[in-house]
């Protein structure tokens, strides 16, 4: 699936990295880190950065892949999953994006795979899920997937509708959807997900209920319905700000993510995250391992981590990911100390954009422990008083997204309404306004 904010990749303005001592700190300082060392993490995500062409929307790292160092990718990844793998306890969940994924060599991708299963203990795995482009898989690779343990695959659709592939420049044929879904069930592989894009210039609601129905006509037990965004420093944004084309009407944006959400109900899908929708039991479970601020593990250029309380990214550049190897390690950027205020503002975050809601429990603890290190930092007897208030604010917030018709309290969680899923930023900044002392 195309991920949503904030899920695990950067753009190519990153900073580079791995030139200086000083820059050169490794994935290692974050899973090793006295008082809080990752251990026991149960998933597990890998970038690859190839790409058969630069979509005009798309933000993440990656490139157009000329097959001159696919072969020293691998060599550098299976050295990073060996030293990984002494941080993880049985895998529950594997997710390879990128980047495509399916533009690497099948050859390689068997020794990707071995390196997962000798490395990894996959006695629990429950999920093995690989993005992949229609126009860059076929029966051989399926097959290799298969054999190396791949349950799940994401198929980049984004639209049925040659003239808005255009707009982004897709450069695939909409029947290559079909055939690889296809190809895909033939080589034993039944779970499969299509991202879609809607909002895009020009596209009227009709097409884009058309596109829906193309989507379920292929029998997919999971779809990923994204609003074309204008991210910074993408080709898409730029043509924007020169006048190409007018971005879509708000109103006629809400009208496609109403209809979105009432066509797959309607055929038995279920609304699980803000743009997410599955059959009972399809949704992926990797992808909730970020909404519910879980841990993972990061390997490849530009992969995000969250373990020991720590987050940090990969350096997002195949170059220096290449030449700095600290006994596997990669060398990363963004390295975030554990913060339990910037826990508390995740919680939030994630919670409001999932249909279970936000524990309630987890909540309260979260918020104590908030005030007590606000409290703990001021060395101040009196802001001990007023940073318990930071919990009762959080507290008031919710009261009046419930009044609003917004949230919704459900046993021991407070989650959002179907009209709440519409609103989730707008529920997130006010909620985490309230968590942050003014």
């Known amino acids: 699936m195309r991920h949503d904010t904030p899920l695990p990749q950067v753009g190519q303005t990153a900073p580079r990295t791995a030139r200086t001592g000083a820059e050169r700190t490794s994935a290692r300082a974050a899973l090793s880190a006295e008082g809080s060392p990752a251990e026991g993490v149960a998933s597990l995500y890998v970038h690859v950065p190839f790409c058969f062409h630069k979509c005009h929307y798309c933000d993440f790292y990656s490139f157009v892949d000329n097959r001159d160092r696919q072969d020293a990718f691998v060599d550098r990844l299976e050295r990073e999953l060996d030293a990984l793998a002494a941080h993880a306890g049985p895998l529950r969940t594997i997710f390879v994006g990128g980047g495509t994924p399916t533009l690497l060599r099948a050859d390689l991708w068997e020794r990707v795979l071995a390196r997962v299963r000798s490395a990894f203990d996959l006695r629990e795995i429950e999920e ?47 029947a290559s959807v079909e055939r690889a879904i296809e190809l895909a069930r033939a080589a034993g592989i039944a779970r499969t997900s299509l991202d879609l894009i809607f909002a895009i210039p020009g596209q009227t609601l009709g097409e884009w209920s058309s596109d829906l129905e193309r989507a379920l006509a292929l ?33 006629l944006e809400a009208d496609m993510l109403e209809l979105t959400a009432d066509r797959l109900h309607a055929h038995g899908f279920e609304r699980y995250e803000v743009s997410n929708y599955a059959r009972p039991g399809a ?41 700095f190897d600290d006994a ?69 917030s919710i009261e009046r997204e419930v009044r609003d018709g917004l949230l919704e309290v459900r046993g021991d969680c407070v989650a959002p309404t179907a009209r709440g899923m519409n609103f989730a930023d707008g529920i997130a900044r006010r909620l985490m306004a309230a968590s942050t002392p003014q």
């Open 219 to 251: 029998g997919t037990e999971h779809l990923s319905c994204y609003a074309l965004t204008y991210e910074p420093n993408t080709a898409m944004t730029k043509r924007l700000s020169r006048g190409e084309f007018d971005a879509a009407d708000h109103d």
């Open 283 to 323: 949704a992926c479970l990797h992808n909730l391992a970020y909404w519910r601020n879980e841990q993972w593990l990061a390997a490849g250029p530009s992969a995000s981590g969250h373990a020991g309380g720590h987050r940090w990214k990969n350096v997002p550049r195949l170059d220096d990911y290449l030449l």
């Open 328 to 396: 596997g390690y990669a060398p990363i950027v963004d390295h975030e100390p554990p913060d339990v205020r910037r826990a508390l503002r995740e919680l939030i975050m994630g919670g409001v954009r999932v249909a279970e809601g936000l524990d309630l429990a987890q909540l309260d603890t979260l918020s104590r422990d908030a005030a007590r290190s606000i409290a703990h930092e001021t060395q101040n007897p009196a802001s001990a008083e007023d940073s318990e208030k930071l919990r009762e604010a959080i507290i008031r």
């Open 128 to 174: 093995f899920s690989v993005e992949c482009n229609p126009e860059t898989a076929g029966a051989e690779l399926f097959d290799v997937l298969v054999a190396g343990g791949v349950d799940r695959l994401s198929f980049g659709a984004q639209s049925f509708d040659p003239r808005h592939l255009k707009t982004l420049e897709r450069w695939h044929d909409p």
